[in-house]
């Protein structure tokens, strides 16, 4: 056991209760994993117009999260992270007390909105925290936090679905606010502690994406691997609708449950069997065993098979969530790290935007096998970019290290 979680020591203690805040928040994150059954069978929305508001909902998070970016590089990571968390809160209590129809998803809408703006500021207050050497399993510890409660929560929310749909709204919102109480008692703004620096002298994002002209390539591609990402939680659990009416809700928790599970087991150890293997390497070992478990949920004819590609999924999703942020924050400069990972997490949204939006069409006239082959092709041409890439960054790495050693 003790080298099962070596991955996880050392670290400063505010990392440990950023996981605490996380685990918290996860274990009530009941809406959004549900939203696309809210709105086919609550608000009785087809497939088509589920994937639209889907879109829709992406679409309006884009700006929130290069707002989140900014703010983050400027006023502070804990500021944006309190205040876009407890405004999420307020808009998922309200649902709560009785709110449906189109309010509802009105409210739902600008709940994400608000949590998106903290998504730039809480990668960048982890890296604050850590060390390059440290942060992939740092990373992969938030990770492992979230799971830990999406262990728990797919399966309340899937109880409580049916007939006391607003008590996971109170539920959520609750334990957002817990969350945020977790990180105002024991954690500081560590950014606010840097050199000032003039407005002049700060870099620009421009500047940061020209200097390693690789994290645009990398976030290109990172698009079409959450394309295919977005089809768990839009083109999975429509088709478990499909396939198991009714029971398709309990079905899909479960599976999710048994997602979480896997993560909590085999995180640790994925993250130290990678721990030396190049990141976008590892994301390439991801993209292979996503489109395996694509071409699985086209071809499995019974729900121990489903489970079994859930299980691919997972061990995919690990790879390649273990290594992302850890990549992109140890490329870049602090001062813009939040304007940056708001760049990225924007090409991403792009993603789940379209992927939800393209499919919902698609379903309209093909089936649901044709959209899973589809989805497999795509990421398989993710993960042949990522290898070419990597062979680009190791070829610039060596090139300035030879460099540097020639003019000494």
Known sequence: MKLYFDAYRGFPREVYFLFLAKLVNSMGMFIMPLLTLIMTQKLALTTDAAGKVAALLVLTQAPCVILGGKLADS?????????????????YLVCGFGLTGYAMLACIILAADLISLTVPAAEALLADYTTPEQRQGAYSLLYLGGNIGMAVSPILGGLLFQRHLSLLFLLDGAT???????????VRERFARHPAETAARQPTLRSALKAAPYIVGFALLLFLYDFCYAQWSFLLPAEFGSRFGAGGAKLYSVLCSANAVTVIALTPLITRLTHRLPPLRAIALAGALYAAA??????????GLLVVCGELFTLGEICSTIQIGAFVSTHIPAACLGRVTAFTTFVRGAAYAVGPLA??????????????????????CGGLGM???NRQVRAAEEFTF??????N
């Open 176 to 186: 957002t606010i817990a969350g945020v109480l977790i990180l105002l008692l024991n």
């Open 402 to 407: 030879s460099d540097g050693k020639s003019e």
């Open 387 to 389: 290898v070419l890439l």
């Open 75 to 91: 006023i502070g990571r804990m500021k944006v992270m309190v205040g876009g968390s407890l405004g999420g809160a307020l808009f």
């Open 294 to 303: 694509y071409l699985g949920f086209a071809l499995a004819p019974a729900y």
């Open 359 to 380: 499919m919902g069409g698609l379903l309209t006239f093909a089936t649901y096998h044709a959209g899973w082959y589809i989805t497999a092709g795509v990421v398989c």
